[in-house]
């Protein structure tokens, strides 16, 4: 498995839908790829930060969001 294609499956990986030689070959590169298991990890973390900037959509702003930011993500809520 190359790195680029690693990227195209990460997102089946982490929803546990790999077949498994799949899943082994993309096991088999995290071994000896640092930079794709660096990637990985990072991947990982976005997405538990996006979940948990989620957990609480109510809560206040805090104050050193730039009010630019705000107005942005409040007008595409508008949107959705």
């Known amino acids: 498995m ?10 089946a990986y982490l929803a546990g839908e790999l077949a498994r030689e799949e899943r082994g ?4 590169h ?3 790829c640092p930079e794709c ?3 990985l990890r990072s991947y990982e973390e976005t ?6 900037a989620f957990a609480h959509p109510d809560d206040p702003v805090p104050a050193d969001v730039p009010e630019e930011l705000v ?3 409040l007008a595409a809520r508008r949107k959705a």
């Not at 070959?25 to 088999?28: L, P």
């Not at 997405?47 to 948990?52: T, V």
Request: glycine content about 4%.
């Open 2 to 11: 190359t790195c680029r294609e690693l990227v195209e499956f990460l997102s």
């Open 25 to 28: 070959r993309f096991e088999e």
């Open 30 to 32: 995290l071994a000896v």
């Open 37 to 39: 298991a660096r990637y």
């Open 47 to 52: 997405i538990a930060l996006a979940r948990g």
């Open 71 to 73: 107005r942005a993500v």
